[in-house]
């Protein structure tokens, strides 16, 4: 049975809303009482079932705080080692894969299942992890906040992708742009190598944009490191919004700071409106 079936024992969910609250933040909608059995009752119950339609062996559901570990192993396994660029940083100029991530890298990505937007697709038979997104909110300061992070972490592979994202944020500068104020960006879309192309990513994409338009986001987001992301996001009619070619990503002595094989050529910063 699927894990998305605790989801309709509302005694359960009832129970343990109250412990879930500063886990996922929900003292800010605590007026919103209503919104939040919406959430676990109406949407998510509805969008399962139509997805359980469409393929019957696979599920997605939200991550919760528990699955964190196992989300952890997925995207070693699953996101890191298939990276489609190698970084450099002046202490490791010869471009060491990005295979073992820096763990300051993963704890940034895991911190996103907190927020409650995070969601996993799993396979009802045998239970596996097929696919993850992680997602959480960002604001207009969110360069800033990149920018700082970065200079903390020093010379390390984890600062030269913050530094990216930093660039990607100030020009693309979505706020501005769209005139919004609420915004979710994803950070990881992972798909298990051995099932690719059955349009797991797709429906991910599509899932956290209806749970976007719950929680009362005005845009999602996502910076597509990958050439088959960022042709994704195209196909499902998102906008492109910036582009940062890796060649033309280089530090103060020149280096480039990504180097990536065709067709990861660049770096697309993609946006939907809810």
């Known amino acids: 049975m699927c894990a998305t079936s605790t989801l309709l024992c509302s005694h359960l969910v009832i129970q343990k809303i109250s412990l879930l609250r500063p886990l996922l933040h929900w003292r800010k909608y605590e007026h919103r009482h209503g919104l939040i059995q919406s959430l676990l009752y109406g949407h998510f119950n509805r969008s399962i079932s139509t997805t359980q339609r469409k393929a019957k062996d696979i599920c997605i559901r939200v991550i919760k705080p528990a699955d964190r570990q196992r989300v952890l192993e997925f995207l070693r396994i699953h996101f890191y080692c298939d990276k489609p660029y190698v970084v450099a940083t002046t202490a490791n100029i010869n471009n060491t894969a990005l295979t073992e991530p820096d763990k300051a890298d993963e704890d940034y990505n895991i911190s996103k299942i907190e927020h409650g937007t995070c969601l996993m697709a799993v396979d009802q038979q045998s239970q596996a992890t097929v696919g993850v997104l992680l997602a959480g909110p960002k604001g207009p300061n969110e360069a800033e906040l990149l920018s700082i992070r970065a200079a903390k972490e020093g010379l390390t592979k984890w600062s030269v992708i913050l530094k990216l994202w930093e660039r990607a944020e100030r020009e693309s500068n979505v706020y501005k742009r769209y005139g919004v104020q609420r915004v979710l960006h994803c950070t990881v879309l992972a798909v298990d190598r051995n099932i690719r192309g059955k349009r797991i990513g797709a429906r991910l994409f599509n899932e956290l944009q209806e749970l976007g338009k719950t929680w009362n986001y005005e845009l999602v987001t996502v910076d597509c490191t990958s050439y088959y992301s960022s042709k994704l996001?195209?196909?499902?009619?998102?906008?492109?919004?910036?582009?940062?070619?890796?060649?033309?990503?280089?530090?103060?002595?020149?280096?480039?700071?990504?180097?990536?094989?065709p067709p990861h050529v660049c770096c697309r910063t993609y946006a939907v409106r809810l």
């Open 233 to 261: 996001c195209k196909q499902l009619g998102w906008e492109c919004v910036n582009e940062i070619y890796y060649n033309e990503y280089v530090n103060e002595n020149g280096h480039a700071m990504v180097n990536a094989k």
